[in-house]
């Protein structure tokens, strides 16, 4: 009789994706109430921004393609796209927070619109780190899960208004390509442009 191999196979591209529509569905369910903080609501936040970021990392490591986020600083959202060269994968999985009636072919995610959240919750700028800062729109994940850029990439959210206002960054590794959930501060972050921005899908 043939004995059990001691060793599973790679995980599945079902198996995958279960795992990180779980995170994702996690997340907004950790999305605080009305009667919390607006800390723990930026928070809450930033985590569906670092679940979102890291399902775009999961399915360039899956299919062996490349994905990009995209951010617009005017609307407040992020949207997923294939951008590699197999247009068989053009059109993307649904994912928890998507505008049902968008395209196949994105996937978009409106921060305001998360569930439970009931502060102005914005997406306040976004930049690549290294000797000097420089303003980008998006972040792109290759086939073997770092980012397309070099330097790190930095994009920082803010909740609230006035000097009520706090801010939380999120920094994705370029060579790992994961994000994480930086610490709360109350003063603004610097921004390499003077000018906020205002492109993306």
């Known amino acids: ?31 605080p109430s009305a009667s919390n903080g607006i800390s723990e609501q930026l928070e809450a936040g930033a985590r569906v921004l670092a679940t979102d970021l890291d399902y775009a990392r999961t399915l360039a490591v899956t299919h062996e ?6 951010f617009n600083t005017t609307a407040h959202t992020w949207t997923l796209t294939h951008s590699g060269t197999d247009t068989s994968l053009t059109s993307l999985p649904a994912s928890p927070f ?16 998360l569930p439970g959240a009931n502060v102005q919750l914005s997406v306040y700028s976004m930049y690549a780190g ?3 800062l420089t303003t980008i729109t998006e972040v792109e994940f290759g086939p073997l899960g770092s980012t397309t850029r070099s330097d790190e990439t930095v ?5 609230g208004s006035g000097r009520a206002t706090r ?21 603004a972050p610097a921004r390499p442009s003077l000018q906020p921005l205002q492109v993306g899908p």
Do not use: C
């Open 98 to 113: 998507h505008v049902s009636q968008e395209a196949a072919s994105q996937r978009t995610t409106y921060l305001r619109n």
């Open 155 to 159: 994009i920082w959210l803010s909740a």
């Open 65 to 70: 393609s490349k994905y990009r986020t995209a």
């Open 130 to 132: 290294g000797s000097s």
């Open 167 to 187: 801010y939380v960054d999120v920094r994705i590794n370029p060579i790992t390509g994961l994000a994480t959930v930086g610490n709360f501060q109350s003063t």
């Open 1 to 31: 009789m043939k004995s059990p191999s001691p060793y599973r196979s790679a995980y599945t591209l079902i198996e995958l994706l279960m795992v990180v529509a779980i995170l994702a569905i996690v997340s907004a369910a950790l999305i």
